[in-house]
């Protein structure tokens, strides 16, 4: 069975690791990596290749810095090529970026079937660009390779009961992830503080709106006068911050470059609290008993805040005070349940790609 993996973004590499570790142990797979080049920077892309023991892309398309239109363009043109030449069973893709679109049109155009990977997630959000590629992913894949059953819900709400597509749940890769990588956490070159908040800021809704990002900021430093506060910087959040004055000189949030996996690791298990927009944090803060505070107005994890894990605040500075001030308060969390299935996920998806191969 010859499958093709779109990847191009930093949780598409995390996510891939695991599943390629899993096609590694079988000698019924062969796997081609293409690697969009969305994300491109040593710290956003090499070192999850190397840490994690990724097979190096055989393909490279370099396509980023680009608006979405353009760059999912260029993208669906390229991996046509590239599955002319490779001619798959299956191109698997992750999650919800251009790269995860790009990969399933040009797959479905040329009649190879569609795996997808974090399928029937939904924010019920149009505007976010996740949402979008998301839904039209769903759509053409063959397979959804569902995280959750809340997931198989949303996709049955939408009338997939009626589709031709396997849906399964198969647990969440990022569990896997997190298991595996626990014990191999490395501190690095990290230089933390005992006592911290761990931080991260990078979805559109948030860096491309200059009031929400002042608001979000102005709560970080309001905070970090009493409290650590260590951020690792997208890029693109680093650009939006410069572009409203933000003074990184003055402020006592502990900014660092973008750190790898296993460093990441580290810091969510030493940290006291995850304060986030990202997707993939949320679930992780979870896995390594933290609770998060989510600086989104809504979440595709609903499950983490029906259950008290988890609270959306948004972009509101005084909700994000209050919030982490009472937060803080409640230490680490206790829990019993496996929201996201016990680690398996990617022995899963092989076994199922071969199964719905045959
Ligand atoms: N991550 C990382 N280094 C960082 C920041 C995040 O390894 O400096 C990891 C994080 O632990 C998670 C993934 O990247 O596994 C989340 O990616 P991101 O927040 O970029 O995307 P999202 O999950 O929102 O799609």
């Given at each position: 069975?010859?499958?093709?993996?779109?990847?191009?973004?930093?949780?598409q590499?995390?996510?891939?690791a695991?599943?390629?570790?899993a096609?590694?142990?079988?000698?019924?797979?062969?796997?081609?990596?293409?690697?969009t080049?969305?994300?491109?920077?040593?710290?956003?892309?090499?070192?999850?290749?190397?840490?994690?023991s990724?097979?190096?892309?055989k393909?490279?398309?370099n396509?980023?810095?680009l608006?979405?239109?353009?760059?999912?363009?260029?993208?669906?043109?390229?991996?046509?090529?590239?599955?002319?030449?490779?001619?798959?069973?299956w191109?698997?893709?992750?999650?919800?970026?251009?790269s995860t679109?790009?990969?399933?049109?040009?797959?479905?155009?040329?009649?190879?079937?569609?795996?997808?990977?974090?399928?029937?997630l939904?924010?019920?959000?149009?505007?976010?660009?996740?949402e979008?590629?998301?839904i039209?992913?769903?759509?053409?894949?063959?397979v959804?390779f569902?995280?959750?059953?809340?997931a198989?819900?949303?996709?049955?709400?939408?009338?997939?009961?009626?589709?031709?597509?396997?849906i399964?749940?198969i647990?969440?890769?990022?569990?896997?992830?997190?298991?595996?990588?626990?014990?191999?956490?490395?501190?690095g070159?990290?230089?933390t503080?005992s006592?911290?908040?761990?931080?991260?800021?990078h979805?559109?809704?948030n860096?491309?709106?200059p009031?929400?990002?002042?608001?979000?900021?102005?709560?970080?430093?309001?905070?970090?006068?009493?409290?650590?506060?260590?951020l690792?910087?997208?890029?693109?959040?680093?650009?939006k911050l410069?572009?409203?004055?933000?003074?990184?000189?003055?402020s006592?949030?502990?900014?660092?470059?973008?750190?790898g996996?296993?460093e990441?690791?580290?810091?969510?298990?030493?940290?006291s609290?995850?304060?986030?927009?990202?997707?993939?944090?949320?679930?992780?803060?979870?896995?390594?008993?933290?609770?998060?505070?989510?600086?989104r107005?809504?979440?595709?994890?609903?499950e983490?805040?029906?259950?008290?894990?988890?609270?959306?605040?948004?972009?509101?500075?005084?909700?994000?005070?209050?919030?982490?001030?009472?937060?803080?308060?409640?230490?680490?969390?206790e829990?019993?349940?496996?929201?996201?299935?016990?680690?398996?996920?990617?022995?899963?998806?092989l076994?199922?790609?071969l199964?719905?191969n045959?």
């Open positions: 069975m010859k499958v093709v993996t779109v990847i191009g973004a930093r949780p590499f995390i996510k891939a695991v599943v390629s570790r096609f590694q142990k079988s000698d019924e797979v062969e796997e081609v990596i293409v690697h080049g969305q994300h491109f920077d040593t710290n956003m892309s090499d070192v999850f290749f190397e840490e994690m990724i097979p190096k892309p393909y490279n398309l396509i980023n810095g608006g979405h239109g353009a760059m999912t363009g260029q993208m669906l043109e390229k991996i046509e090529v590239v599955l002319l030449e490779e001619n798959p069973d191109v698997l893709v992750y999650g919800d970026t251009n679109l790009a990969g399933a049109i040009a797959a479905t155009k040329l009649h190879i079937k569609v795996a997808h990977v974090e399928a029937g939904r924010s019920f959000n149009m505007k976010m660009p996740e979008v590629n998301r039209l992913t769903d759509r053409v894949s063959n959804l569902c995280p959750t059953d809340q198989i819900e949303n996709l049955l709400k939408e009338g997939y009961a009626n589709i031709d597509a396997d399964v749940n647990g969440d890769v990022m569990q896997d992830a997190a298991i595996f990588y626990s014990s191999k956490a490395k501190i070159n990290l230089e503080p006592d911290y908040i761990l931080c991260t800021i979805r559109a809704e860096t491309d709106d009031q929400r990002l002042k608001s979000i900021i102005d709560a970080l430093n309001k905070i970090s006068q009493t409290m650590d506060i260590v690792p910087l997208h890029p693109r959040t680093r650009m410069s572009a409203i004055g933000f003074s990184f000189e003055t006592k949030i502990k900014f660092i470059e973008p750190v996996y296993l990441m690791v580290h810091l969510l298990k030493n940290c609290l995850v304060m986030t927009d990202s997707g993939g944090l949320q679930k992780e803060a979870y896995f390594f008993s933290k609770y998060c505070i989510t600086l107005d809504e979440t595709e994890w609903v983490l805040v029906n259950n008290g894990y988890n609270s959306l605040v948004g972009s509101d500075y005084n909700k994000i005070v209050n919030e982490v001030e009472s937060r803080l308060k409640s230490g680490d969390l829990k019993s349940d496996y929201l996201y299935g016990r680690g398996n996920a990617g022995e899963k998806i076994e199922k790609l199964e719905f045959s």
